[in-house]
């Protein structure tokens, strides 16, 4: 319950921070879809994580990608873009269906759907900046991660246990974002600028 306390909290940061602060037009809409996002996944809880205790993993999160004194603002618009396609792409399988409550799968992802069209002009304006920056792509530390999600639920054999394990583990992962909006408002709040 404390868990689910602080990352309520840090969604709320996340979702009432500075609408649009990302200096590429998200509106505030986009924050509210995110919010929901997070809500959706909530409410999908099948089961208490408590039964899973032997399917528990690190999957280590790739906190340097999202940390935002330490991410580029040319590079953030790209992490937040792969941390939501890649966690649609877990949810858009014949296995998530065969799992998940449908309406409330439905949800999400017209949710992150919509939020992945929020940031495609944002990572078309960044993109010519981004390849010149310096350092190495956080988005490839995302695409790791991610695929040690699907390799675990394969793994897995995709049971209500890994599922459940994986529901929460993209709950902190979203819980983590917040930090790297919160870097980039300390940065100047708009990635746009140099």
Same mark, same amino acid.
């Given at each position: 319950?404390?868990?689910? /306390?602080?990352?309520?909290?840090?969604? +709320?940061?996340?979702?009432?921070?500075?609408?649009?602060?990302?200096?590429?037009?998200?509106?505030?809409?986009?924050?509210?879809?995110?919010?929901?996002?997070?809500?959706?996944?909530?409410?999908?809880?099948?089961?208490?994580?408590?039964?899973?205790?032997?399917?528990?993993?690190?999957?280590?999160?790739?906190?340097?990608?999202?940390?935002?004194?330490?991410?580029?603002?040319?590079?953030?618009?790209?992490? /937040?873009?792969?941390?939501?396609?890649?966690?649609?792409?877990?949810?858009?399988?014949?296995?998530?269906?065969?799992?998940?409550?449908?309406?409330?799968?439905?949800? /999400?992802?017209?949710?992150?759907?919509?939020?992945?069209?929020?940031?495609?002009?944002?990572? +078309?304006?960044?993109?010519?900046?981004?390849?010149?920056?310096?350092?190495?792509?956080?988005?490839?530390? +995302?695409?790791?991660?991610?695929?040690?999600?699907?390799?675990?639920?394969?793994?897995?054999?995709?049971?209500?246990?890994?599922?459940?394990? +994986?529901?929460?583990?993209?709950?902190?992962?979203?819980?983590? /974002?917040?930090?790297?909006?919160?870097?980039?408002?300390?940065?100047?709040?708009?990635?746009?600028?140099?």
């Amino acid at each position: 319950m404390a868990l689910m /306390l602080s990352l309520l909290s840090a969604l +709320v940061v996340f979702s009432y921070g500075h609408g649009g602060s990302l200096g590429c037009n998200l509106t505030l809409n986009h924050d509210l879809v995110s919010r929901e996002n997070f809500l959706l996944l909530d409410q999908m809880r099948r089961i208490s994580l408590s039964l899973c205790l032997d399917d528990r993993k690190e999957f280590r999160f790739p906190q340097q990608a999202v940390n935002g004194s330490q991410v580029q603002k040319t590079q953030a618009i790209s992490v /937040l873009y792969e941390m939501l396609e890649q966690t649609s792409r877990v949810f858009l399988t014949k296995e998530s269906s065969a799992t998940w409550n449908m309406t409330l799968l439905d949800k /999400l992802l017209t949710g992150l759907h919509r939020q992945l069209e929020d940031l495609e002009s944002c990572l +078309v304006q960044e993109v010519g900046q981004a390849e010149s920056a310096a350092g190495k792509d956080p988005t490839l530390a +995302v695409k790791r991660y991610f695929l040690g999600i699907r390799l675990y639920l394969k793994q897995k054999k995709y049971s209500d246990c890994a599922w459940e394990v +994986v529901r929460g583990e993209i709950m902190s992962s979203f819980s983590s /974002l917040t930090s790297l909006q919160e870097g980039l408002r300390k940065k100047d709040g708009d990635l746009g600028s140099p």
